[in-house]
């Protein structure tokens, strides 16, 4: 098996295919590593800034938090740099995200260039490249039959043919990655740590993973299909659709199996839910006032304080519901595309990344972990805590012959010393956390090799080699 897998890795590496790919490897991930250093430096520098402010801006009425930036963008983009990375606090855990710069619908998305990308698109299709002609080319020059007459298995042949793939594959990329640090470590050396080192490993694991199953599914198709041109065609099939049809099409799915109003039908139902929820309650003020049951503008502003609160609190919740019920929305279009192993590795890269709806998520828990100690503090320098929401609420009450101006209540400033302020921290996932985010999606390439292994090795022992 030695000689089969040294033959065949020589001739590889003196193909014109691999020269072309390191050429490309090199190019790639060192703009990359250009292109990530000038936006990470960017970021930081703004986050530098905001920072600094913040720390002049104290207040009991809001609170500006910002996301760090990630110092692992450059392995998987996830969408953070679409994300909002501004947040306003308000007491009684009210967040809000500041949306980030407008998008140009000009020009059509164009992908990020990180780890994830270079691997899903050009070095999946040098290993469909690479695996196509491994048996129906051979089958068809004759040397096929010489080898297997040879008293050689034809487990341990499709098995060096697999190995030499993975190698002659892991060249380029191993190259790709070396350079990619070297600009790392040379420019921002700030932005690599032991613990992310780490994280870089688990990518590359990852990445050839991906690439494995790719291996065995061009063996497979090529001991089943004898003509290699067909194989080829086959496989861009294939990759196709793993690559674009499943991931594109689980959004227009997930839409039209879940359930959720459109935001002018959610805009729509609110009327009859603030008429219930604050307009109906500020009536029956009146009519209390009407009967004597409230006498001073005192008892009267409380008690409107109480409604408007109340109402906006229960706003919020409507609102929440229909988030949370996009968000389900999203979870389903993205459990739809885990058909795809495409998908699998794309989640798995940025949880590794420590990117994507997970890091969203991390940092909005530690948002509101830090919202409790925030409305403590309120409720200690000014007493009491007083909610706010997106919307505001105002009306006229009249007490013996007087009109009285009523408004949603607004939170109350501290003048006084705030030395004492609270800071926020954001923690940020684990490496435990991380794997454990990714677990599943690991889960299911580590599926997808065991499945298309057996039908790779099952297809050629049941192949005329003649």
């Given amino acids: 098996m030695k000689t089969i897998i040294k033959r065949e890795l020589m001739d590889h590496l003196k193909s014109i295919q691999f020269a072309v790919l390191l050429v490309f490897s090199i190019v790639l991930f060192s703009a990359n590593g250009i292109i990530f250093i000038n936006k990470y430096n960017q970021l930081n520098s703004t986050y530098n800034q905001k920072m600094a402010r913040l720390n002049y801006n104290r207040s009991t009425t809001h609170l500006y938090l910002y996301r760090k930036p990630n110092p692992l963008l450059f392995l998987a983009e996830g969408g953070d740099l679409d994300r909002p990375a501004d947040y306003i606090l308000r007491p009684k855990g009210q967040l809000s995200a500041i949306p980030p710069r407008p998008r140009d619908f000009k020009l059509p998305d164009i992908p990020k260039l990180d780890w994830s990308f270079i691997i899903k698109t050009i070095f999946s299709l040098y290993v469909i490249l690479l695996g196509f002609s491994g048996i129906s080319e051979e089958k068809e020059k004759g040397t096929l039959r010489l080898v297997l007459s040879n008293s050689f298995s034809r487990v341990r042949l499709l098995t060096a043919k ?225 909610g706010v929401s997106g919307w505001s609420f105002g009306d006229t009450l009249t007490l013996n012959g007087k009109k009285i101006e009523i408004h949603s209540p607004e939170p109350e400033e501290y003048r006084g010393d705030m030395s004492d302020f609270p800071k926020f921290v954001e923690l940020g996932p684990s490496l435990s956390l991380v794997l454990k985010h990714a677990l599943g999606d690991i889960a299911g390439l580590i599926l997808w090799n065991l499945a298309l292994a057996v039908l790779a090795f099952a297809a050629f022992l049941r192949a005329d080699v003649r």
């Fill in 162 to 386: 697999y190995l030499t793939i993975l190698a002659v594959t892991f060249v380029p990329l191993l190259v790709g990655f070396v350079i990619n640090l070297v600009i790392f470590a040379i420019f921002p050396p700030q932005t690599l740590t032991v613990g992310h080192l780490s994280n870089i490993f688990l990518m590359l694991l990852l990445s050839m993973a991906y690439l494995s199953l790719f291996a065995f599914l061009s063996l497979f198709f090529s001991s089943l299909i004898p003509r290699s041109s067909l194989v080829l065609l086959v496989l861009l099939a294939a990759w196709v659709l793993f690559a674009v049809i499943i991931p594109d099409t689980s959004g227009i799915l997930s839409q039209k199996f879940s359930k959720v109003p459109s935001e002018y039908q959610t805009a729509k139902n609110l009327e009859p839910f603030v008429q219930k929820e604050v307009w109906d309650r500020i009536q029956k003020i009146q009519q209390r006032i009407n009967k004597g049951e409230l006498r001073t503008e005192e008892e009267v502003r409380k008690e409107t304080d109480q409604a408007f609160e109340e109402g906006q609190d229960k706003m919020k919740f409507y609102y929440k519901s229909y988030e949370d019920s996009m968000k389900q929305r999203t979870l389903l279009a993205q459990n739809l595309s885990r058909l795809s192993p495409a998908s699998l590795f794309q989640y798995a890269s940025e949880d590794i990344a420590q990117a994507g709806i997970h890091r969203e998520e991390e940092f909005l828990k530690d948002s509101q972990n830090f919202s409790r100690i925030y409305d403590q503090y309120i409720l200690k320098k000014v007493g009491k805590l007083t």
